[in-house]
């Protein structure tokens, strides 16, 4: 079985397309294999933050279909930083700068970005469909068929949230520095990722978002299936959309958003369709770390004695660019 290690800001991924299977996998393999792989101590050089599963669409016009794995084995609707590395792979395959990916509710489109530095290629995905809807987001709070900018005494007597499903679902708050870098986030999202708590029963990604000045914002994530990443690409396009409805003053619809992370940054822009429907364009790097081999017996086995696993280089580059950003030198 061939996979290829990627990241888009450090969230990173083993993109598994179905023909490079040595056999068909079960809907349990598939989910066995992501706890087996990403596995941060005993996976497959390092683990992974989940599997992009890469399989032919059904759909016209569509060039493949993604599905996405959480490391705990947890199927998950989207992936931002995982889609921008899925359609980089399937720009390469079939020779196309321009065109569509199934996922779980919708086709979504992406497109070749400019790199973002030498080396550091970069891809534009749309990320939609957006809902408030309690019901698309699996929330119950009582009395509330949505939640924007509003307390959940459950959680914290200071914070308010804003609950969005695009269409993953998201809760998120905006902190000052020290919340943000504090301990709050941890305690909050481990509790609501539970499986127990009646809030969120399905669990949450849980975002905790820092304005550091006009256009410019902060995401720190600890997602649902997974728990603390480098970055979650749908909890930051979803952090944009929230920035934009609540701090108008500071960005427009259409406006370019860089959002920073912890493993890197990513630009955004936040768009209304004619129907009212928000969707959001992500820009990122879609950068590839290794090819790997593995016997698919071993790997459902978490044996990872025998691999093959070779380099691209890219990710020095990655590096680079990411040091580039710490110091400022890059917005
Ligand atoms: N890292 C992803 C989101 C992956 C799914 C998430 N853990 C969920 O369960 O919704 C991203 O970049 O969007």
């Known amino acids: 079985m061939k996979m290829l290690k990627v990241h888009g800001s450090n969230n990173d991924f083993f993109i598994l397309d179905g023909k490079n299977l040595d056999k068909q996998l079960t809907e349990a393999e598939l989910s066995i294999l992501a706890r087996k792989v990403c596995d941060r101590k005993v996976g497959l050089h390092g683990g992974a933050d989940g599997i992009l599963f890469v399989t032919a669409s059904g759909h016209t016009g569509v060039v493949g279909k993604m599905r996405v794995i959480n ?28 065109f569509k990916i199934e996922t779980m509710y919708a086709d979504l489109e992406v497109k070749k970005a400019t790199p973002f530095a030498p080396d550091v290629q970069a891809f534009d995905a749309e990320i939609s469909p957006v809902s408030f809807d309690a019901v698309d987001l699996k929330m119950h709070l009582a009395g509330k068929t949505k939640l924007v900018n509003d307390y959940i005494p459950e959680l914290s007597e200071t914070l308010k949230f804003s609950a969005v499903a ?20 941890g305690r909050i999202a481990a509790y609501l990722n539970n499986g127990q708590n009646l809030l969120f029963p399905d669990g949450v990604n849980v975002s905790f978002v820092e304005i550091q000045k006009p256009r410019q914002i902060f995401v720190r994530t600890y997602e649902r299936g997974v728990g603390y990443t480098n970055a979650c690409g749908t909890a930051m396009s979803a952090s944009s959309l929230m920035y934009a ?3 108008p003053e500071q960005v427009k619809l259409e406006d370019l958003i860089s959002v920073f992370n912890p493993g890197g940054m990513v630009k955004t822009r936040v768009h209304q369709r004619t129907n009212g429907a ?8 879609a950068t590839f770390v290794a090819t790997v081999e593995v016997a698919q017996s071993a790997a459902l086995e978490g044996d990872f004695k025998d691999i093959s696993w070779k380099e691209t280089g890219e990710q020095a580059a990655y590096e680079d660019f990411a040091t580039a950003i710490s110091k400022g030198e890059q917005e």
């Open 245 to 247: 409805l609540l701090y």
């Open 166 to 185: 695009v269409p993953n679902p998201h809760l998120i708050a905006f902190v000052s520095h020290d919340v943000l870098t504090g301990p709050e986030l």
């Open 71 to 98: 490391a705990d084995g947890s199927e998950a609707s989207m992936c931002g930083n995982g889609i921008r590395t899925v359609a980089r792979y399937l720009s390469e395959r079939e020779h196309a700068a321009y």
């Open 278 to 285: 928000y969707w959001m364009s992500l820009i990122g790097n």
